[in-house]
């Protein structure tokens, strides 16, 4: 009996060291948002330039386009090797989780950009921003990218709330055959191949400036032709997942 | 009828004898598939029961992770493995008759996993590794073969390989082969159980894990004993010795411990990273949990035969200017790695690893330490282990010298005692998958 009492007493005593032992270590808490340190170290609350990149926002994109990135990465057609890295051993259900996760963030937009557009900028980047240019086939960015330029849900992205760095580096890599390699029809390679300089210039500089507000238009906001023409992005990614 | 025929060419006395052994070959075999836990299905055709069979051996083998691009068709090949001597394309092993295997018969395929010959007799470059291969039964190839052969024809050509010269003269595979190439199943070892054999089988047979987990020689052969360890060739990865109790030997470990790492990604001590978390993800994960215990004994077993290693690189802090790096080490640790890793490098087990004690950080070679902070990563999605925590990649935030400085630093903290890294050594653990 004595025994036993010696027991409980060292148990009473030992408990609350077990406990102050236990607060100094490390507790993780079972959220997306810890899983999710391995991205937010990179695209953080706000856009963010490293040394080497420029790593966007992702919060708050329309999950199906950010759900295609991560799969574009993981599996090589979008090439970037710290994302291929990262991503290379996640299966499709995680990715989905993950894409949702950050879809469903609302953080505030930057603030616009400070860039001086001259008035004849302004005019050519808004007309084809809005209108495009249906001589040579080129769609407005609008049509597709919504008529807030907030994206269409579910894949695809919004135009605004992005800095000038980062419009201009995609443009060019859809210029320089495809962000995207191999998918076909490649809709944003056709259009920004078909772009002078001084127009893919006008373009960035205007988007930058603009403030970004609003969500993402319905799908329904897509017309069909354009569904059509873009359908790798619209549809069988979607469809197919 | 082979065994008849090897007896009727033998004189009578020696036919006793041979005949004694064939069935003695035989029962090993036989002990050998029986561990195979793929059910019998009586609904199931022989063939479609050789198929199922053979579905899981591809696993194991992880035939998929090599012939299939990145992106690309599953079984398609068409996946660029660069090695020192060029870079070789995987074929396309699809039943397609003209770009894959459709024209091939279950002898050719014998021929190239247990002889590494191609169907047309040409000698194969060990990059398939038919030097592990060879040690498969009859029984599982053929059950490889009627898989692949039922999977979907694909029509991919893929671009020929770019080997290097000289290597890209034939004439030398053939003098390799002579050197490094011992043809020959898996014998058993009458003196280790049917677990332990059915693990070593696994383990130098289908898992090829011997490929990655040795030292090659300048010629690519693997060098003295195998699962030492050693660089991945073409790949910026070390894959530790499985025999040493200074890297991933495993004779200090629970066989439950080394399972659970080997198909969840994760145990309470390690994390399969790079290359492995690959194979977990890819392969080990979709073993059956008596061909993976039989591995973990079998990789106990080699751990528990190497315990007089010393470790050659032991290393003390003297001198001033080293404390003076180190403790710069140990604030970016406290930064930047401390939240998830601990103040004393204890890690959360299961979740984020340990450092302090932590063999795959002290040991000789720093590159996957390095390379772990540089790319961060994620182990891989298993069923035991369906949402990962992740490293974050430092190569962004972090300069090579710091990279140096805080891995230095958890080399040498809590216990840890281990070379220090420079800039340089940063610098060239950069570039490569994984």
Redesign the interface.
Known sequence: MNHFILILIGFLVATPIANATET???T?PNTMA??????T??HGDEDRA????Y?PRIAGKPQGYLFNQLLNF????RYYQ?M????????D??LL?IAHYFSSLKLPYPPPEHINLQPEEIKLAEQLVFSGDPERELPACSACHGDNLMGVEPFIPGLLGLSRVYIAAQLGSWRNGGVMRGQTPDCMSEIAKQLASDETNAITKWLAVQPASGNPNPVTALAPELAHRCHSIVQENGAAK | MKYLFFISIASRQKAGALFFSCILLMLLTMRLMAADTVIENPDLSVLEQQQTLGAYLTRVGNCMGCHT???GQEFAGGRRLSTSFGIFVTPNITPDEETGIGHWNQEDFWQALHSGKSRDGRLLYPAFPYTEYTKVTRQDANAIFAYLQSLPAVSQFNPPSEIHFPYNFKPLLSIWRTLYFKEGIYEPDEGKDEEWNRGAYLVQGLGHCNACHTTRNLLGASEGDTLTGGQIMGVNWYAPSLTSHLEAGAGDRTIEELAELLTT?ISERAVASGPM??I??QSLQHLTPEDIRAMAVYLKSLGENHTNDSNGTSFSVTTGSLLKQLKQGGQLYEQYCQ?????TG???PG??PPLANNRSVVMDSPLNTIRSVL???????TAGN????????????LRDNEVALVVSYIRNSWGNNAGLVTAIDVGRSKGG??
């Open positions: 100094d270590s490390v993780v810890e899983r999710v340190k391995a991205c170290i990179c490293g040394r080497d990149a790593y993981r599996d090589g057609r710290p291929a890295i990262l991503l290379e051993n996640m299966s259900e995680y989780e | 691009a990145k992106g990604g978390a690959t977990v993800g939240e998830c890793h601990g103040a204890e890690g959360v979740i984020y790319n961060g990563g994620y182990p891989p999605t369906p949402r990962p925590y992740g490293m974050p990649p430092f190569q962004q935030i998958d994984h």
